[in-house]
């Protein structure tokens, strides 16, 4: 393992990988990436594949309408098929007060040209042909949404990022973090230390541990992991539900139909305290919940089979929105964590700010660096909450 | 010698040993990657009739023993049930819970 280098990224899901590929662009030849586990073991890996602009505040509407203009043409940057296909997201509303909210948030969303629109339910049919219309009154369709394969993007980014130079060290964990006098001095490891200057916390769920070992208290950006659980089916036949299809008011519960091998990917809102860090264990009370509303949306998933269950973490902040920037307590420790569930969707643009900012010290990303930053919770000051979901 | 073209691996996904051994060869052989690449594994009958072999494939190519190279994680159901019996408005083929 090197011994030394000129940026430490701690993390190796989207995010992590995303900031190693774009350093590396911006031609910082020595980087070096730690992850615990195998690279997207974390959240990466087992989140639902969603990208969207629906969000209902200015900040990450700005933010994920630059990144999906990343996202078209990531496969070409990377030389890798990420498979991102624009294939939507359709929020469903089941009162005339959940409509009204709908036609608010695409007015926002239109003002920073995301093409969302109200549409019937005729339409919403047409888009998601086995679609039960009868409970819902309108639906707000993006069709510039969409999803990519997280498998593809983590390897992708790290697959680049190692050609352009980037040492990527897996199933290293990181044992502490070498401060002194408010500088950043060396990163200990299971493997050894390597000697830095500047570290990035990409650590997500597992970040407050990193930020003690930085001397911070762990509270500093108060990240909590829920478990958060998908249920998948068997392949359907494709284009019967691309989009990610989620009424809002059923306990933001979602179906969309996974765009490599058609099966359909089931969530709800379910959260679980975990009763560890490593506790991803599938539970039974989530697997009934979940069908129940997904064969409401659905019906015709009753008649299909269910093969597989698994959990990740929602590492969630008080406002669910990440904490995004420079940490001032420490000389060159950044964070990007706490991302409450929009990490992948995320993962371009971020990556690009990040690095951007350690080089540059600003980034011509539309990253609103003051809703993110990372001091606002030990201000008390909470950012209206992140519309979650996907 | 039988043509790895036509060798199928895993029965779900039609993953093919070419396919596996290529990803192999450019120096993917961390089983979770080539799991999550190739989707072997991920299929209907969770990997019971491809992770072995794969696991045998890449002890041959890596030079490692198989015990020494970890399966992924067992995904429950470990049987594909339907929906429709998980939320208790169907009995299932063999009346089955």
């Known amino acids: ?390 | 010698m039988s043509d790895k073209k036509n060798i199928i691996i895993c029965r779900c996904n039609e993953v093919t040993q070419e396919e596996i051994e290529a990803l192999i060869d450019q120096g993917i052989t961390d089983i979770e990657m080539i799991k999550r690449l190739l989707r072997i594994g991920m299929g209907p009958c969770q990997g019971r009739t491809c992770l072995p072999m794969v696991v045998s494939i890449l002890a041959r190519k890596t030079g490692k023993k198989p015990e020494e190279i970890k399966l992924p994680a067992t995904r429950i159901p470990v049987r594909p049930v339907p929906a429709g019996v998980l939320v208790g408005e169907m009995e299932s083929d063999e009346n089955e819970e």
């Not at chain 1, 969603?50 to 994920?64: M, P």
């Open chain 1, 1 to 390: 393992m090197k011994s030394k280098a000129e940026v430490v990224i701690i993390g190796g899901g989207s995010t992590g990988a995303s900031i190693a590929y774009h350093l590396a662009k911006l031609g910082v030849e020595d980087v070096v990436l730690l992850e615990k586990n195998y690279l997207g073991s974390g959240s990466t890996f087992r989140c639902a594949s969603g990208i969207r602009a629906q969000f209902t505040d200015e900040a990450n509407i700005k933010l994920q309408k630059y990144n999906i203009e990343r996202w078209k043409n990531l496969s070409e940057e990377l030389e890798y098929d990420i498979h991102f296909k624009q294939t939507g997201y359709l929020f469903l509303a089941t009162t005339e007060e959940e409509v009204e909210a709908f036609k608010q948030n695409i007015k926002l969303q239109n003002k920073f040209g995301v093409p969302t629109r109200l549409i019937d339910m005729d339409e919403a049919k047409e888009i998601v042909p086995p679609l039960n219309t009868e409970p819902f009154l309108a639906g707000a369709w993006n069709p510039a949404d969409g999803k990519a394969c997280p498998f593809r993007v983590v390897y992708a980014f790290a697959r680049k990022a190692r050609e352009m130079g980037v040492e990527i060290y897996e199933h290293t964990p990181v044992t502490g973090l070498i401060v002194e006098n408010g500088e950043i001095k060396g990163v200990k490891t299971e493997k050894g230390v390597i000697k830095t200057g500047i570290v990035v916390n990409a650590a997500n769920a597992w970040a407050p541990i990193i930020n003690e070992m930085a001397g911070l208290e762990r509270d500093f950006i108060p990240i909590r992991p829920y478990k958060h659980q998908i249920v998948k089916t068997e392949p359907i036949a494709p284009g019967q539900i691309e989009p990610l299809t989620c009424p809002p008011a059923w306990n933001d519960s979602y179906v969309i139909q996974d765009g490599e091998d058609g099966g359909v990917m089931c969530g709800t809102g379910l959260e679980k305290e975990p009763l560890s860090l490593d506790d991803v264990q599938p539970t039974y009370d989530f697997l009934r919940e979940v069908l129940k509303w997904a064969t409401k949306i659905i019906p015709a998933l009753k008649y299909v089979h269910v093969v597989r269950q698994w959990a990740g973490f929602y590492a969630k902040t008080p406002d669910s929105n990440p904490a995004i920037g420079r940490i001032q307590y420490v000389d060159e420790l950044y964070i990007a964590a706490g991302f409450s569930g929009h990490g992948f969707m995320m993962a371009p643009g971020v990556g690009e700010a990040i690095a951007e900012l350690i080089v540059k010290g600003k980034s011509k990303v539309p990253l609103d660096w003051e809703w993110y930053d990372p001091h606002r919770f030990e201000r008390g000051e909470l950012r209206s909450t992140a519309f979650q979901i996907g």
